[in-house]
C-alpha cells in the first residue's frame, strides 16, 4: 500500500516531532509546516492527501489557513482536520463551517487521531459542496 | 453650588410629608433638592422607571404594601437607587430587616427628623461605593477566569507533545525497550494522563461559572453509557468487585451523553479512591416515580461523616481530615458532577454512613419526565 502523504502544520516543535513519528509509523509519509503562510506554500508544493492543521498559529490563523486553501484549485477539496488546544466550545462550529472536515482538541487520544484522519480520506469532500 | 438633588419621596401622610420636606429645607448648607413625592408604591415605582433619581426615602406602610416588602420592592424597580427608610417609633424591627436587606439607613418619624438631610448624603456615598465595589469585585472574577482558562490552554500543548512522544516510545517506534525502559515510561504516561484529567476538570469548572457550556441534548439509552465508562474504570481497578445493576429496558435519558458519562467518571473515580482493596462497587439505575432516571454509585469504602456531608459538592471541597493518600486530585469532581446534573434539571445527593460505605445518587430527565414537568408548568 503506497503512504498517504500529510501535511502538519504545527508551531510546536515537539508536537511536530511527535505527531510525525506516529504518522510515518502508521504508514503516513508526513511533511511539515510550522506557521500559516508556509502551510500554503508547502500545501501546493506537496499536494498532501489530508491536512492536519492547528489553528493557533503566527503568521496568519488556522482559520486564514483553511480560506486561503479553499481557494486554490488543486487544493480546495484536501480534506482538512483540525487539532487545536482551542476551546471546542465555539471553534468546533467555526471550524467546521470554514470546511474543516474534523476537529479535534489537544490532548487528542492515538486511537481518535487516527479514525479521524482515516475517516475523513474514506469520505472526501463533496466536490459540489 | 452643586447640582440638587433628586429625591423620590413615598409617603402617604400629608402631614409626614410635609414635616420632611420642611427639614430638608431648613438646613440650606445641606444644598438644594428637588421632591417628587408619591402616595402609593406603584405610583413610586412608575416614577422610579420613568426619571432618574439620586435617593429614596421610603415609608413602610402604604396602602397597597407594607413592613421591608416596600423597601425591598424599592430596591427591585431601582436597584441603583440608594434607600432610606422612614418609620414610626413602634415600628422599629421592620426598619432593621429593611436594612438587612440592603436599605442604606433608617430615620424615626417624630424623632430623627433633623438627620435626615445629613442621612441622604451619606446613604448616596455609601451606595456608590458598594455598587463600585460590586463592579470591581465582578471585573476580578472575571480576570480570574479568563486567566485559568489562559493557562489550561498553555498547558494542553507540551501536555499533547508528552502524551504523543511517550506513546511513541512504548510503541517502539524508536526501537526495542528494556523491560525497566518500558516501566519507566508507563509512569510517565500514567502521570500525563492524570495531568491531563486535572486540566481537563479545571477547564470544565471554570466553564461551568462563567459561560454556561451548552448542552447536546438528545435520547441515549443509559446502559451503554455505564457499560462505556465501567469498562475503561474496572480495567484500572481489578482490585475491587464490580457491578452493574442498569436494566437494558429503561426509557433513554434526553442528556448530553459526554456529559452524564463525565458525571459518572468522577463518580466512580471518587469511588475507587475511597475503597479499600476486596470492596465491591455497584451501579444500579431504576425509573422514578416522576419519569426521571435515578442513578446511584455504591461503594464500599469509608464512607463521609454527616457533617461533611453537605459540604463534599462544594468547589475545591477536600476532606482535611482524611489519609493523606485519598487527596490527590483537585477536588473539582464533586463540583462538576453537580454542575452537570443541575444542567440537566436534575439534583444530586448523597446518603452515606462513616465506615459502611457511600452512594452517591443523581437524577436524569427522560422525554417522559420532561413532557409532564412542562404540562405541570403550563397547567
Known sequence: MSSRKILIVEDDAALRRGLGDRLRAKNFEPVFAVDGLSAVTVAQAERPDVVLLDLG????????VMERLRMIMHLAHVPIVVLTARDAQGNRDRALAAGAAAFLQKPVDNDALLAAIEQVLASPLDPGA | MAAALRLLLLEDNDGDARLIREELTSDRRAGEYEVSRASTLAEAVRLLGADRYDAA???????????????????????????????GLDDDDAAVRAVAEGAQDYLVKGRDGPLVARSIRYAIERHRLL????????????????FISHISHELRNPLASSYLITTNLLEEFAGPLSTE????????????????????????????????????????????TVAGVMKDMTSRATQLTWRQEVPSGLP????????????????LVNAVKFTPPGGTI???????????????????????????????????????????????????GLYICREIVRQHG????????????????????TANSVATTERNASS
Not at chain 2, 283 to 291: D, N
Request: proline fraction near 6%; include cysteine.
Open chain 1, 57 to 64: 498559529l503566527p503568521a496568519g490563523d488556522g482559520f486564514r
Open chain 2, 57 to 87: 426615602l421610603v415609608d413602610l406602610t402604604l396602602p397597597d404594601s407594607s413592613g421591608a416588602d416596600t423597601p425591598r420592592r424599592i430596591r427591585e424597580a431601582a436597584p441603583s437607587v440608594p434607600v432610606v427608610v422612614l418609620t
Open chain 2, 131 to 146: 455598587q463600585d465595589l460590586d463592579a470591581a469585585r465582578r471585573a476580578e472574577l472575571e480576570m480570574k477566569d479568563r
Open chain 2, 181 to 224: 525502559q518500558r516501566e519507566n515510561l508507563e509512569i510517565v504516561l500514567a502521570n500525563v494522563n492524570r495531568l491531563r484529567e486535572m486540566i481537563d476538570d479545571l477547564i470544565e469548572a471554570t466553564r461551568s461559572e462563567t459561560s454556561r457550556a451548552r448542552l447536546h441534548l438528545r435520547e441515549f439509552p443509559l446502559d451503554e
Open chain 2, 252 to 267: 433513554p435519558v434526553l442528556g448530553d451523553r459526554d456529559r452524564v458519562a463525565q458525571v459518572l467518571r468522577h463518580l
Open chain 2, 282 to 332: 455497584t451501579v444500579r439505575a431504576a425509573t422514578a416515580a416522576t419519569g426521571e432516571l435515578t442513578v446511584e454509585v455504591e461503594d464500599t469504602g469509608c464512607g463521609i461523616p454527616p457533617d461533611v456531608q453537605p459540604r463534599i459538592f462544594e468547589r475545591l471541597y477536600q476532606h482535611s481530615q482524611t489519609d493523606a493518600r485519598y487527596r490527590s486530585g483537585l477536588g473539582l
Open chain 2, 346 to 365: 436534575g439534583r444530586i445527593w448523597v446518603e452515606s454512613e462513616a465506615g459502611k460505605g457511600s452512594r452517591f445518587v443523581f437524577t436524569l430527565p
